[in-house]
Nanobody
């Protein structure tokens, strides 16, 4: 059974940094893409970044490009989201997700989320 557990959220001032972590377990993730999504209060869930487990190919939303880096450590089955120069509009619950390469994120496994609050 796939489990994704996020950690690292918190309250940070605008301009600051946070590193989110996602502990993945329950299977091998070769052939999977790992992603980070976020959901602000009252809004839908938006794509932030993704990385392919096997090859490390990354994709970023335009809204975070240049400020965010996604990475994975296959040895310990961890996925990270390093966020810099945070903005108030980055405030959201951040979710980790895993999906078989080529499949829609709507069929992904999801974690419970971690809250990120950026204060002005």
């Amino acid at each position: 059974q796939v489990q994704l557990v996020e950690s690292g959220g918190g309250v940070v001032q605008a301009g600051g940094s946070l590193r989110l972590s996602c502990a993945a377990s329950g299977r091998t993730f070769s052939g999977y893409s790992m992603g980070w999504f976020r959901q602000a209060q009252g809004k839908g869930r938006d794509f932030v970044a993704s990385i392919t487990w096997s090859y490390g190919q990354t994709h970023y939303a335009d809204s975070v490009k240049g400020r965010v880096t996604i990475s994975r450590d296959s040895a310990v089955k961890m996925v990270y989201l390093e966020m810099n120069r945070l903005k108030v509009e980055d405030t959201a619950v951040y979710f980790c997700a895993a999906v078989w390469d080529g499949n829609s994120w709507s069929s992904a496994y999801w974690g419970q989320g971690t809250q990120v609050t950026v204060s002005s």
